[in-house]
């Protein structure tokens, strides 16, 4: 069993930055993939970056050179470095571990972006 902690969210303007925060109170250690999506209002729930456990690093196509996925396997904990932020970022950003027989997902954290 995992569990996902999300912080690091909060209001920012456009061209700001924010690091979201994922801690895991299980290992993170064995996983498939492990990320971050976001979902704003009236829209699906998409794929922002994710991290496989063979090391391959995807971004969505609209973040690629602004946010940057990294993670702490001593810390149990994965981020997402955001800069260059636009209004179009806005959304409730999800952390997300993947395992062989398990999916987990985080509460959810706000990421507002002012013009």
């Known amino acids: 069993q995992v569990q996902l902690v999300e912080s690091g969210g909060g209001l920012v303007q456009a061209g700001g930055s924010l690091r979201l925060s994922c801690a895991a109170s299980g290992s993170i250690f064995s996983f498939t993939a492990m990320g971050w999506y976001r979902q704003a209002p009236g829209k699906q729930r998409e794929l922002v970056a994710r991290?496989?456990?063979?090391?391959?690093?995807n971004y969505a196509d609209s973040v690629k050179g602004r946010f940057t996925i990294s993670r702490d396997n001593a810390k149990n904990t994965i981020y997402l470095q955001m800069n260059s932020l636009k209004p179009e970022d806005t959304a409730v950003y999800y952390c997300?571990?993947?395992?062989?027989?398990?999916?987990?997902w985080g509460q959810g954290t706000q990421v507002t972006v002012s013009s």
């Open positions: 991290i496989t456990s063979g090391g391959q690093l």
């Open positions: 997300n571990v993947l395992k062989t027989f398990a999916e987990y």
